[in-house]
């Protein structure tokens, strides 16, 4: 049994499916001089083959998931149409008589330090995409790996060292049950996939690959953040039972998209969720969520090759809003920096420490035109046009990420009168929408009864919160056993800000994971939160929570939690109360 990071909930088995660096050794692999004319017609076929794939991922990507995501098969086909990059392969088949997964091996070699030495995280970064190209030309080069990943029947369960983005796509024509990585954690591409999808997933578990091989049985333990490689029968059989019961409360929660977010004494929720764009926005409205609490813009600026114009903000916003429950959304600006970067903002730029570092509004505020420009869409997507009648009028709110001081707060408002005042000169019309703070460093939780009186409402990013608050990386396997929403330090000091909010009559939501959590749900309730903002995926799993809690039972559970002294503690506790009212829930209950 090995250990990792439950990232997403659920129990499922199947057969392993790994996912390896497919290259052959380089220096065994020299041609014949008369092999060479058939080796680059091989390369010529992998490529050919190779650029219809991402073609076709792409259009697939765009339908299914959105344009946004389908983005990255586009700059996967302009690696393979690119002249210096192939011309490089060719010449080393060529000159060098080297074989072409060997060619290919050299060219990724040739990037990788290429790019190390730039200093440049974004470019870097790009190492995955070229390494992605590779392996999709190298398995059409290898027949080998072809034929281990086709005899194989029935669901798989993905083994990683990382999922790149088409191994995920690709791998959609196949049954997947379940997802292990060696690398990541509860924010990497493979949770999110993971969870989106509501697939169990484990991430951080260290060595699995060198221990697991395609084709063994491989059980996978999403709440407690287990796998297990061919267990034996008895280990099977329990398992199987605990799979089972997983796949029924799947199947029972997605049927209740149209049933109301209310607690079991009538007390309403508003059940919002996270979004990244607009297929996810359609994916909030099929899940039975009232509107989007959280749009995160990041993702238009990651995929754009340059900085997206006003207006194309404009047009993208106004998509998103119309796409969203009850076009109610609150846009977030740009919150890069820490993990993510874009093209254009912070190149070559180094940070000892990222995620306290140069990021989100800290930022922007350094590019006040384009910081601007943005705020400006959002205003302008905010005013009503000829679609907002009767009840379906748009309710649109701006939200900055990692406010710490209340000089912030007040530039802020100073940059949102300053854009009101610009496009009423110009004459663009423009709507009103509530001015909020993301709550996720801890000096802010300190101050909150100062930064109340500035801002309209408040979303807790719990993410952050518990990360900067634990002085844990969020994205650190190391460290996960810190970085815990439940741990007594983060119960206490969303209870205070929580209070403040309400006593100041100041609307307030939770946006991190965490409010996916039933135990942390059942807390939250209690310290007197009505609105929450999920993946879409988890939204019914919120409800059915809901229905089972009375809001002086859930005050009860937080009375209790907070007396206890650890994480632990607080998690069995709550864990076993949540099982007693409502033993359904078993499956999807992390630790
Ligand atoms: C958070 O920090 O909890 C949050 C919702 O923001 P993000 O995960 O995008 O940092
Ligand atoms: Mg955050």
Known sequence: ???????????????????????????????????????????????????????????????????????????????????????????????????????????????????????????????????????????????????????????????????????????????VNGIVTQAGSQTSHAAIVARSRGIPAVSGVNGILAHTKTGDTIVVDGREGHVIINPDAEMLAAFRKLEREFVNLRDQLAHNHDQPAITADGHELELLANINGVSDAQAAIAMGASGVGLYRTEYLYMIHPSVPSEEEQLANYRDVIAASPNKCVTIRTLDIGGDKTVPFLGRGHYEANPFMGWRSIRLSFEYPEFFLSQIRAILRAAAPDHTDTGNSRRNVKMLFPMVTTLEELRRLKAMVLRAQRRLEVEGLAFGQVDFGMMLEVPAAAVMIENMLPAVDFVSIGSNDLVQYLMAADRDNPKVSHLC????????????????????????????????????????????????????????????????????????????????????????????????????????????
């Open 1 to 175: 049994m090995y250990k990792g990071i439950a990232v997403s909930p659920g129990v499922s088995i199947g057969t392993a499916y790994c996912i390896h660096e497919v290259f052959v050794d380089p220096g065994r692999q020299l041609l014949e001089a008369q092999e060479v004319p058939a080796e680059l017609a091989r390369f010529e076929n992998a490529r050919k083959k190779s650029i219809a794939d991402v073609r076709g991922l792409q259009k697939k990507v765009a339908t299914q998931v959105g344009q946004d995501a389908a983005a990255i098969f586009a700059v996967h086909e302009s690696i393979l149409q690119d002249p210096a990059l192939v011309g490089k392969v060719r010449g080393w088949i060529t000159e060098q008589k080297m074989s072409a997964s060997a060619a290919l091996a050299k060219l990724l070699e040739f990037y990788r330090k290429l790019l190390e030495k730039s200093g440049d995280d974004y470019l870097q970064e790009r190492i995955a995409d070229i390494r992605d190209v590779v392996e999709r030309l190298t398995s059409y080069l290898s027949t080998a790996l072809n034929k281990e990943s086709k005899s194989l029947s029935g669901p798989v369960i993905v083994v990683a060292d990382e999922l790149l983005p088409s191994q995920v796509v690709m791998l959609g024509n196949r049954p």
């Open 484 to 591: 815990q929403p439940l741990s007594p330090a983060v119960l206490r000091v969303l209870h205070s800000v929580v209070q403040a909010c309400n006593r100041h009559g100041k609307p307030v939501t939770l946006c991190g994971e965490m409010a996916g959590l039933p135990q942390a749900l059942a807390v939250l309730l209690g310290m007197g939160l009505r609105r929450f903002s999920v993946s879409p995926a988890v939204v019914p799993t919120v409800k059915e929570v809901a229905h089972h809690l009375t809001i002086p039972h859930a005050t009860d559970l937080l009375h209790r939690a907070l007396k206890l002294k650890t994480t632990k503690q607080i998690q069995s506790m709550l864990k076993a109360q949540l099982l007693a009212i409502a033993p359904n829930l078993g499956p999807i209950l992390m630790q």
